[in-house]
């Protein structure tokens, strides 16, 4: 059973609007998430991530908040740009994870029109 | 600044033969893992080592070993390569227990 849920492979936005891209997880003991972009032929890149004593955590155009309540964290992307689309994965890291591991979902594509 | 790099970066086999895929980082990371990635199921972790000669099963370590001889080496070996396997292999490391995990760019493996 997923851990880390993506339920959106794809999302689709028109240039300069917000995008949000959701992520659902079943563990409690996940206490730090990340997002992490993967553009086609690389490897993904960290983009932004959240410890679970926040509900936000802001970096310039890019936002995740944080509902430890729902399980449910969402990464905003505002004002979208066609160099923004690529393949966003959610990742969780749980407490006491000696080997430093993170678990990701499934990844959602995000296409910027322009 | 690549700090950590795959190869090969792309590889055909035949079923049964084995494959080996290398991870070098020139970091002094100690942390290092290998991840598949496969559509619908994000990436998925094989096995990751916390050291010199330890390492550790993942989520799908069947079908797969590793080894660690130094701290810039980490080996992924497909001891008989089978379809199923065709993938995406991404390396990363991190420099410590709670840091950012770091990816290398990928290597593609396709089983034939």
């Known amino acids: 059973d997923q851990q880390v849920k993506q339920n959106s492979p794809s999302l689709s936005v028109q240039e300069g609007r917000i995008s949000i891209l959701n992520c659902d997880y079943t563990?409690?003991?996940?206490?730090?998430f990340l997002w992490y972009k993967k553009y086609p032929a690389e490897g993904p890149t960290f983009l932004i991530s959240?410890?679970?004593?926040?509900d936000k955590n802001e970096d310039g155009r890019f936002t995740v908040f944080l509902n430890k309540s729902a399980k449910h964290l969402s990464l905003h992307i505002v004002p979208s740009q066609p160099g923004d689309s690529a393949v966003y994965f959610c990742?969780?890291?749980?407490?006491?994870?000696?080997?430093?591991?993170?678990?990701f979902g499934g990844g959602t594509r995000l296409m910027v029109k322009p | 600044d690549a700090g950590i790099t795959q190869s090969p970066r792309h590889k055909v086999t035949e079923t049964g033969t084995p494959v080996t895929l290398r991870c070098h980082q020139t970091?002094?990371?100690?942390?290092m893992y290998w991840y598949r990635q496969d559509p619908g199921h994000g990436l998925r972790l094989i096995h990751y080592?916390?050291?010199?000669?330890?390492?550790d099963k993942g989520e799908v370590s069947d079908g797969y070993s590793v080894s660690r001889s130094k701290t810039e080496d980490f080996l992924l070996t497909l001891e008989s390569a089978t379809s199923s396997q065709t993938s995406v292999y991404f390396c990363?490391?991190?420099?410590?227990?709670?840091?950012?995990?770091?990816f290398g760019e990928g290597s593609w493996l396709t089983v034939v």
């Open positions: 990742a969780a890291r749980g407490t006491n994870n000696a080997g430093n591991m993170l678990t």
């Open positions: 563990n409690s003991m996940f206490d730090y």
């Open positions: 959240i410890s679970s004593i926040k």
């Open positions: 970091e002094n990371h100690r942390y």
């Open positions: 080592s916390y050291g010199v000669k330890d390492t």
């Open positions: 990363a490391m991190a420099q410590g227990r709670g840091n950012t995990i770091y």
